[in-house]
């Protein structure tokens, strides 16, 4: 690995396993070059795609990072409000077990802070799934309309 980064994080504006071909392309080239690869993702990857993607990442990529982001089907629908619907929180919640028979580190994260969600239901299921669980801060930063935060 290089010196000054730890890994290559697949992340951010949009979901990064929209463009699957793109993404193991470019982290296989990274990955032969000694870089750790991790994906950050919804866990919508094979909703999208319309078949089990994760055989995929196999050998591709060391970790996935799964929002969760609730405890439930319901909860799941108010944070996230996914364009797959009421299909979005199975969705997820297979990935996840799909994913772990490829990949070898797995978490399920969760916002600590989001209205509705219940941190310690959402380490259950990552404990019943037999993954890791993390959970990140809310992001409760205010910005006025200059862009300068208050």
Excluded at 2 to 16: M, N
Excluded at 56 to 81: M, N, W
């Amino acid at each position: 690995a290089h010196a000054g980064f730890s890994e290559i994080v697949y992340c951010g504006l949009g979901e990064p396993t929209i463009r699957l071909a793109h993404l193991l392309e470019t982290a296989r080239a990274l990955k032969a070059q000694g870089h750790r690869i991790r994906i950050n993702t919804n866990g919508h990857g094979n909703l999208i795609h319309g078949r089990d993607i994760t055989p995929e990442l196999a050998g591709v990529v060391d970790s996935v990072s799964i929002s969760l982001d609730a405890q439930d089907e319901a909860t799941y629908a108010k944070v996230v409000g996914s364009t797959f619907g009421g299909r979005a929180w199975d969705g997820v919640l297979e990935f996840t077990r799909l994913v772990k028979r490829h990949v070898p580190e797995v978490t399920l994260t969760v916002v600590d802070g989001a209205r509705g969600v219940d941190v310690a239901a959402c380490r259950k299921i990552a404990d019943d799934l037999g993954v890791g669980f993390r959970t990140r801060p809310l992001d409760d930063l205010k910005e006025d309309r200059s862009g300068r935060r208050s």
